[in-house]
């Protein structure tokens, strides 16, 4: 079976996962979803969602439970996603679908993610690098120009950056991501709402300090913050920040004068 697959690492556990389920579900653009969960849970969550692919996970953490799905699913997919157990995919997340897999040769499509409370009220939304070609720049810059939320990787791509690292447990993804940038795999933005993050008391992005300390590894061990010209950071900055000026706005009157890594910390 060829397409968009989605994996979703979970415990099983999360009050949120029949939510996720459901608007993977609603996209006729995802051919199969997976489900990598603990043995204890496999019945569990094979009777309550038969038309999800539930496979046990290997252990090693969320990293390595999303190369446990793909291996899962072996060469029956075009691109994939992967969505946590708390999140939703969003209708405009189709658009995401049919630019990748239309991609030739290695690529990836990311669009626009909402930020939502537990019980799914918009609390903003996340800033993204409209322009994929100032990406770069942007992880030189300290700047996360692309999040896991919506974002669709081809084969291609895969085939060639590899697997996740299953050593980390808070930046994977912009460990894996940041090296889909090194690797120069063409990107495309859809400017739209594609996914919805939420943010919830129990979430990792709680865990600031650890989260920090990783990133700075990844930082290194990538060599992100080397290797742009102080002009490039400058001119990426400068569009990236006029470009979501409208959500810096708006987290502004919602939740006052905090960088969105205060509000990751901070939760609902």
């Not at 204890?40 to 539930?54: N, S």
């Not at 969505?83 to 049919?98: G, K, Q, S, T």
Request: glycine share 8%.
């Amino acid at each position: 079976m060829s397409g968009v697959a989605a994996i979703t690492p979970t415990l099983g556990t999360s009050p949120w996962l029949d939510a996720t389920i459901a608007s993977v579900a609603s996209l006729p653009a995802i051919s199969r979803h997976v489900l990598v969960c603990p043995a204890i849970k496999l019945a569990e969550l094979r009777r309550r969602f038969p038309g999800a692919l539930v496979v046990p996970e290997t252990g090693g953490g969320m990293y390595a439970a999303i190369n446990a799905g793909l291996a899962a699913l072996a060469d029956n997919w075009t691109a994939f996603t992967y969505i946590n157990d708390d999140d939703l995919l969003l209708p405009e997340f189709a658009e995401v679908a049919r630019r990748v897999v239309r991609m030739r040769g290695a690529g990836m499509v990311y669009g626009r993610v909402v930020l939502i409370s537990g019980k799914g009220n918009r609390l903003g939304g996340i800033p993204v690098s409209w322009f994929p070609t100032h990406n770069r720049a942007l992880y030189a810059a300290r700047i996360e120009p692309v999040y896991q939320h919506g974002t669709a990787i081809n084969r291609a791509a895969w085939l060639k950056v590899g697997t996740f690292d299953p050593v980390l447990r808070y930046c994977g993804d912009t460990d894996y991501l940041a090296r889909l940038c090194l690797q120069n795999v063409t990107a495309e933005c859809v400017r739209a709402n594609v996914a919805a993050f939420r943010l919830h008391a129990a979430q990792l992005t709680k865990q600031a300090g650890a989260m920090a300390a990783e990133r700075q590894k990844v930082d290194e061990n990538l060599g992100l913050l080397s290797g742009v010209h102080p002009c490039a950071r400058f001119m990426a900055r400068l569009v990236f920040r006029g470009t979501n000026f409208p959500l810096y706005l708006e987290r502004i009157v919602r939740h006052g004068p905090i960088t969105f890594g205060e509000l990751l910390a901070r939760g609902e």
